[in-house]
């Protein structure tokens, strides 16, 4: 691959991990420029894992140091969600993409709606989280993006903000620590599948770890209305992509 493609892939993955930080979807953006290169579709996808979780994990450590993760938390759902994103890929092969794109839609119209006319807690007042919730979220949205993906950060948002009493920051910086564990747990897998470009992956990485601190600061200090934003475009962007995938 040309120097000037992978430098042009670098510029992309910072500006999906200055998405991804603030509302998730950073894989709308950079799965579709690695396609575009003429990978398959299988490095493509092992390729974007490999680079997306410097910026989950930079964005993680950058909430982590502000404050805005629940740490108790975090001891439970991050192994729970390496754990269901392990049983994700290995399941992935009995199910059918096809069949879940439409009820996903459903699942993220849903989503949108509930966050449009859900008043959300204010950040200082954001209680701690429902143990069981969080870790039911932690475990079901882990598998669910290891074996298909789209709208796991609207998900892990929408659920902390409904199901834990989370503000919408705290609830992006939760869904962070689920989101980094289970791209680790891909990367493992992906990895050991030989589905990883390195040499386009890593610079791809400095990007995306750039573009996650950075996104991190800009949900920090934007507050509830730069994170509801976000996450309402992320979420429409992938409505439309999932239907025109179904529809193709």
């Known amino acids: 691959m040309p120097v000037t493609t992978i430098v042009l892939l670098a510029f992309t993955a910072l500006g999906a991990g200055i998405v991804d930080a603030i509302a998730g979807g950073g894989g709308l953006i950079t799965v579709p420029a690695l396609l575009a290169t003429g ?4 490095i493509a996808l092992g390729t974007n894992k490999g680079q997306s979780v410097w910026g989950s994990g930079a964005a993680m450590v950058a909430f982590w140091r502000a404050g805005r993760v629940d740490r108790k938390q975090a001891a439970y759902a991050f192994p ?51 143990w069981w919730a969080a870790a039911l979220l932690a475990l079901v949205i882990g598998a ?5 993906g789209p709208g796991t950060g609207t998900f892990l948002i929408v659920g902390f903000v409904a199901l834990c009493g989370r503000s ?44 996650g601190v950075i996104g991190a600061h800009l949900a920090m200090k934007g507050g509830a209305r730069v994170v509801r934003m976000f996450v309402l475009l992320v979420s429409a962007a992938l409505i439309l992509k999932l239907i025109y995938d179904v529809i193709r």
């Open 39 to 42: 990978l398959p579709p299988h």
């Open 168 to 211: 919408l920051v705290h609830a992006s910086a939760d869904a962070k620590v689920v989101n980094f564990a289970s791209n680790l747990a891909a990367v493992a897998i992906f990895s050991q599948r030989g589905s990883i470009l390195w040499q386009v992956s890593l610079p791809m990485a400095v990007g995306q770890l750039t573009g």
């Open 80 to 130: 729970l969600a390496f754990v269901g994103s392990c049983v994700g890929a290995t399941v992935v092969s009995g199910i059918s993409k096809d069949a879940l794109r439409p009820i996903v839609i459903c699942m993220l119209i849903g989503a949108a709606v509930l966050l449009l006319v859900k008043k959300p807690t204010r950040d200082a007042d954001a209680p701690t989280s429902r």
């Open 144 to 148: 669910y993006d290891g074996f298909f």
